[in-house]
T-cell receptor
Framework: EPEVTQTPSHQVTQMGQEVILRCVPISNHLYFYWYRQILGQKVEFLVSFYNNEISEKSEIFDDQFSVERPDGSNFTLKIRSTKLEDSAMYFC???????????????FGPGTRLLVL | GQQVMQIPQYQHVQEGEDFTTYCNSSTTLSNIQWYKQRPGGHPVFLIQLVKSGEVKKQKRLTFQFGEAKKNSSLHITATQTTDVGTYFCAGPKYNFNKFYFGSGTKLNVKP
């Protein structure tokens, strides 16, 4: 069964450093998402991406964050200058359809655990 | 802003007992999805409800979407230890591709 993959599984970085989290969505999916989950808390929406541009973003997704689909398979989340409070699990997800279309089943990747020291 | 709340936050049950989690949104949702997250795992899609008042069943799980499309429930009959995990509801507002996850209900099942 096709699945979303993410690399790395764990990332430790120093405050102020840039990190890039990578995701390979399911191949025929058109909508891509990034979420974060601080330990023990709920899943928080960061951004959705469709047709090579951001579709929606949350208040969390400020200028420190950016997303890119550099080629036909990868979908990346960049945090420019990490802060201690960026420490969380970051999940990538993809869906076949999105927007106002009804079938928006999202398939989540296994996540990248980011620790900012 | 948009909020999706779930109650209870935690539920401890004896194996064989029933379990229900409730999801309430501050605004109307175009659809609602339920996800299960095992400890240390990622959210896994369970089901999507679209129509007002819709009820769907998956074996021991029954999902319901409220008439006003602002609330939903998940009921598990005769829980098993394999049901352990956190159950999240999630939904987008109409015309937005932005998902709001509920706060989650953590279920623990004692054998």
């Amino acid at each position: 069964e096709p699945e979303v993959t993410q690399t790395p599984s764990h990332q430790v970085t120093q405050m102020g450093q840039e990190v890039i989290l990578r995701c390979v969505p399911i191949s025929n999916h058109l909508y891509f998402y990034w979420y974060r989950q601080i330990l023990g808390q709920k899943v928080e929406f960061l951004v959705s991406f469709y047709n090579n541009e951001i579709s929606e973003k949350s208040e969390i997704f400020d200028d420190q964050f950016s997303v890119e689909r550099p080629d036909g398979s990868n979908f990346t989340l960049k945090i420019r200058s990490t802060k201690l409070e960026d420490s969380a699990m970051y999940f990538c997800a993809s869906s076949e359809m999105g927007g106002t279309l009804l079938s928006q089943t999202q398939y989540f990747g296994p996540g990248t655990r980011l620790l900012v020291l | 802003g948009q909020q999706v709340m779930q109650i209870p936050q935690y539920q401890h049950v004896q194996e064989g007992e029933d379990f229900t989690t409730y999801c309430n949104s501050s605004t109307t949702l175009s659809n609602i999805q339920w996800y299960k997250q095992r400890p240390g795992g990622h959210p896994v899609f369970l089901i999507q409800l679209v129509k007002s008042g819709e009820v769907k069943k998956q074996k021991r799980l029954t999902f319901q979407f409220g008439e006003a499309k602002k609330n939903s429930s998940l009921h598990i009959t005769a829980t098993q230890t394999t049901d352990v995990g956190t159950y999240f509801c999630a939904g987008p507002k109409y015309n937005f591709n932005k998902f709001y996850f509920g706060s989650g209900t953590k279920l623990n099942v004692k054998p």
